[in-house]
């Protein structure tokens, strides 16, 4: 029966601290979303776009629920409300549970990566968010019932909401996944979710039938986070940035071989005991491509993202000196020191967002390169005019920028954006890659090679591992491409390098 005149009096703070607290943390499943996803499709623009929109939609779907649930006397609202709150928990701790059975499953139904993150998004994230945007039109209608200030309590109750999602985005990010990780902070919402369907059916009054079937409810959610804790971790390191993994690929242990896996990509392979052998094709070009410029070891060099630090690790064995990495994220540099042999003594590491620790040195370098650019994880900060100027002020007289780039070669719309940027600022733009005809619908790697002057040389061979002949493109072909595509330059105000890569739907 509904009572929408019923005047039962609750305590206000008790409601505005059962606000925030589950306004807190819903953004904090939020937040480490974009981290559990991250191992199957990556983070980036499109991850969080897909994110934020599930969460929305599951709040909107939850707070219309809520308002209709709100309608009822205001004890069994409230006790309608502690079922909502264990639903909330079990979902929650079984989101991890259900992200590793529907992962693969998503990945081979829909191979564009876009289908695939909205699909897991909303599969694993939008019933938590669901459930958790029940509570708030309740508590905030039973804050009001009774109360001779009700403006003034549905203004606390509203400010609680937002407070309380503030803290969430802030605990999640600085506290629960840098030191706990994911799937243990997935744990401790669902435990909050739990403790605020326990105060929800003590507010509710509930009888000791329903007290029961309650605990049982929180039984079978401590039974889903146990079988969540259970489960064998995704990362060998989860750190604030990524998520880690090192994947042994040689059978034979006195041969190792690792790869380097930092969320769902392969961000570099080396052996063991030939450190010189590049096993992919942008680093055996990255490699080779400035050493040939430079003819020449005593040089000075600037890398862009270490990774598994194969480049580096391959110059030092060379007697290069003179090396500065830039790598983000002092657990990748940490894995590449553990499994794949790098010594941190043979370089100069600086632990920075690569553009920031470029501009803040006072080094000029007879070599830049820029080994950043991975599937649609696009740092686009790293590919526009002002960035290249900034590389250009920063290398030496007779210095080279090699930068990779992977573009579809159906539509060469980003390889012919980023070339056109950076002919604004180099007199010399080369386009190096495999010596092979493209197929139909391939991802090509690339090397650019910008500098003052062009190459001696149009074609080299080096291990990748197997012998590998690469050349660069002829002027007249990339300039055909250009004039056919007319690009814009790339700036800081505007690089949609993702949109030209093909992989935003609407393009196809």
Not at 13 to 37: C, H, K, P, T, Y
Not at 149 to 161: I, K, N, P, V
Not at 327 to 337: C, F, G, H, M, Q
Not at 417 to 424: F, G, H
């Amino acid at each position: 029966m509904r009572r929408s005149a019923d005047t039962t009096l609750k305590p206000l703070w008790l409601l505005i601290f059962l606000q925030a607290g589950i306004s807190a943390s819903s953004l904090v499943v939020e937040i480490v979303a974009g981290r559990m996803i991250a191992p199957y499709v990556g983070m980036s623009l499109y991850t969080w776009t897909s994110i934020i929109a599930v969460v929305l939609a599951g709040f909107s779907v939850g707070h219309w629920w809520g308002g209709r649930i709100a309608e009822r006397e205001t004890d069994r609202a409230l006790r309608f409300t502690g079922w909502t709150m264990i639903a909330a928990a079990c979902v929650t701790a079984g989101a991890t549970l259900l992200l590793r059975a529907v992962a693969g499953p998503v990945l081979e139904t829909f191979p564009h990566p876009l289908a695939a993150i909205v699909s897991l998004s909303t599969l694993a994230f939008f019933l938590p968010s669901l459930f958790a945007g029940v509570p708030a039109p309740v508590l905030t209608v039973a804050a009001m019932r009774g109360s001779d200030q009700s403006e003034r309590a549905l203004g606390a109750m509203f400010a609680a909401g937002a407070i309380g999602a503030i803290g969430g985005t802030l605990l999640a990010g600085f506290l629960f996944v840098p030191a706990i990780g994911s799937v243990a902070t997935l744990m401790v919402i669902a435990a909050a979710y739990a403790v605020a369907a326990a105060i929800c059916f003590w507010l509710g009054r509930a009888g000791p039938r329903e007290t029961g079937l309650a605990a049982l409810g929180l039984g079978l959610v401590v039974l889903t986070g146990a079988g969540a804790v259970s489960l064998p971790a995704v990362c060998d390191r989860e750190s604030s940035y990524y998520c880690i993994r090192t994947v042994a690929l040689s059978n034979d242990p006195e041969d190792p071989v690792n790869l380097m896996v930092v969320d769902h990509l392969a961000h570099g392979i080396s052996a063991r005991d030939t450190p010189r052998v590049m096993f992919t094709e942008h680093s055996a070009m990255l490699d080779l491509l400035p050493r040939m410029r430079m003819d020449r070891t005593d040089f000075t060099s600037f890398h862009i993202g270490g990774g598994s630090y194969s480049v580096p690790r391959a110059w030092a064995d060379r007697s290069i000196t003179g090396i500065t990495i830039a790598e983000i994220d002092p657990e990748v540099t940490a894995e590449a020191v553990d499994r794949f042999w790098f010594d941190p003594a043979s370089a100069t590491i600086l632990h920075a967002d690569a553009r920031l620790a470029l501009h803040n040195s006072p080094q000029s370098f007879d070599v830049i390169v820029g080994d950043a650019f991975t599937d649609i994880a696009v740092p686009e900060h790293l590919v526009t005019l002002e960035f290249f100027t900034l590389v250009s002020e920063r290398l030496a007289s007779g210095g080279v920028f090699a930068m990779n780039l992977l573009d579809n070669t159906d539509r060469l719309d980003a390889l012919a954006a980023v070339v056109t940027t950076l002919r604004d600022v180099f007199p010399s733009v080369e386009v190096w890659t495999e010596a092979s005809p493209p197929q139909a619908g391939e991802r090509r790697v690339f090397v650019l090679l910008a500098s003052a002057e062009d190459s001696p040389v149009s074609a080299i061979e080096t291990p990748a591992p197997q012998m590998t002949r690469f050349q660069v493109l002829a002027p007249s072909y990339i300039d055909s491409v250009i004039r056919r595509k007319d690009p814009q330059v790339l700036t800081d105000d505007h690089a949609p390098l993702t949109y030209l890569m093909g992989l935003d739907p609407l393009l196809q």
